[in-house]
């Protein structure tokens, strides 16, 4: 019977070698193994190491990937010295170890995908800060805005995710080795020198809140990736809008679009229904999680064999949340933007009626509730006669004015239009991180500067990482040298 959970396992052979050597060096250095037995089993582990996942044989009739590899061993040095190495440690802590690497792993990728979209979304930015469109609100205009501002909106969220994930990674990196069946271990298990040689930043506490109850990891990262994909998900819903030729606003790059099978003329943006449609199906997965994790402080088996847990959440949320964010980061770099039909939408609208409102309310000191009664009616009046805000003149906003009982102050008709233009709105903004252009082009680098300190983190985050890495294979060396 094939057992897809064992192919997911045996395609992280890399990190059950990884741990194993932290162990068996561990159980040397603490004399829980002899240096001779020591140096054969470590050596043993580099030849598995060399092998890769591809040449691993995989026997089903052995379950899971941790007595495959003990019968490798056990193959290679003998049962007396491959049934060492399970000393002092069960299943449980052992597969959390390996849980754990791999979704630092993937969180580490994630962060470093994320700032890689978020710079192609600033610069995309940063060239657009005077490129006026309407703003929406329930799909009606609602007040004109810059594409520039447009976009940093998506900067926030992702920077977001981006804090979730720094978080995850906080939370999880600790080391669970040496909490077998909840209970501990009658051995000297030193958990610090394993945290240390796998670059854990320290231990679990308690060993009953891991492998069972801390399970909760799992639902948490389904919950950061769900809310990246949302995130990622709507900015393509707005563009996929936008590219319409209803709108025309922008035109996605031919490489990520193509046509229909019938009709010649369609150029079908299917880059950005695939992220849409990748972003719904991520809904699931944290409800699907919390399912598994149900009753997750017994000893029942299972969430261990489900697509889901086992880490096919970590493989299936990471690795579309990153092949997203490239594609995304493409698609910013490569779609064309007309500021032209931009301009000319929000023209046609009455979206610069709130402005109006706000100069006459300061003009005649009027409450805004009755410059807004005046404007509203104005543009009633005007929608009814067939007149573009180009062409509203001062006397029918007096009318406008009369018909609601406001008084307003005498305008000049070139006043009024002015008024009512887009750019004029986009332009008077005086409130931090308002669409005005210098206030946009200085939130973008704000922002910038924000993308340094996560660059930093992600930097640290790696070098730390390889420093354990370094550690393990000087120890190893020292535990091999003689052998």
């Not at 469109?133 to 981006?162: A, C, I, K, N, W």
């Not at 299917?270 to 972003?279: K, N, V």
Request: with cysteine.
């Amino acid at each position: 019977m094939t057992r897809p959970w064992l192919e997911r396992e045996r395609q992280r052979l890399p990190y059950y070698n990884r741990v194993d050597l932290a162990y068996a060096v561990m159980l040397t250095e603490e004399g829980m193994l002899s240096r001779e037995h020591g140096a054969v089993l470590i050596a043993a582990l580099k030849d598995l190491q060399q092998l890769g996942p591809e040449h691993f044989p995989v026997n089903p009739e052995l379950n899971s990937l941790l007595f495959q590899i003990e019968a490798w061993l056990a193959g290679k040095v003998g049962e007396d010295i491959a049934g060492r190495l399970h000393t002092g440690r069960g299943r449980a802590d052992y597969g959390a170890a390996i849980l754990t690497l791999y979704a630092r792993d993937a969180v580490l990728a994630t962060t470093d995908a994320i700032i890689t979209f978020s710079e192609a979304l600033l610069d995309l930015a940063e060239v657009h800060v005077e490129t006026v469109m309407p703003g929406y609100t329930h799909l009606q205009q609602s007040q004109p805005t810059t594409f520039g501002h447009y976009l940093l909106s998506h900067f926030f969220p992702l920077e977001r995710d981006f804090d979730r994930l720094g978080g995850l990674y906080r939370r999880g990196n600790l080391c669970p080795l040496g909490s077998p069946a909840r209970s501990g271990t009658s051995w000297p298990v030193n958990r610090e020198r394993l945290a240390m040689l796998l670059g854990f930043d320290g231990i679990t506490v308690s060993t009953q809140d891991l492998p069972y109850y801390r399970r909760d990891h799992m639902a948490d990262l389904a919950a950061v990736y769900a809310l990246l994909m949302s995130n990622l998900g709507r900015l393509a819903t707005d563009l996929d809008q936008w590219n319409a030729e209803e709108f025309g606003f922008i035109e996605i790059a031919d490489a990520y679009a193509g046509s229909s099978s019938i009709m010649p003329q369609k150029k079908n943006p299917y880059a950005l229904e695939l992220i849409r449609g990748l972003a719904g199906e991520s809904i699931g997965w944290m409800p699907a999680m919390l399912g598994l994790l149900k009753a997750a402080h017994t000893s029942a088996a299972d969430p261990e064999f489900t697509p889901m847990h086992n880490g096919g959440l970590i493989q299936q949320a990471s690795t579309q949340a990153i092949q997203m964010l490239d594609l995304f980061a493409d698609l910013l770099r490569t779609f064309r933007v007309d500021p032209e039909a931009m301009l000319a939408h929000v023209r046609q609208g009455w979206s610069g009626a709130s402005h109006l409102a706000d100069m006459l309310a300061r003009e005649a000191n009027l409450p805004f509730r009755a410059a807004h009664r005046a404007v509203a009616r104005l543009v009633r009046l005007a929608v009814q006669q067939g007149i573009p805000p180009t062409a509203v003149d001062a006397a029918l906003l007096m009318e406008a004015g009369q018909q609601v009982g406001v008084a307003l102050p005498a305008l000049e008709t070139a006043a009024v239009r002015r008024f009512l233009d887009p750019v004029e709105f986009v332009n008077t903004r005086v409130t931090a991180g308002s669409q005005r252009p210098d206030e946009v082009r200085r939130v973008v680098r704000l922002c910038r500067e924000r993308l340094e300190h996560e660059r930093a983190w992600g930097t640290r985050c790696h070098q730390a990482v390889a420093a354990a890495d370094t550690e393990l294979r000087r120890a190893v060396a020292a535990l091999t040298a003689d052998a």
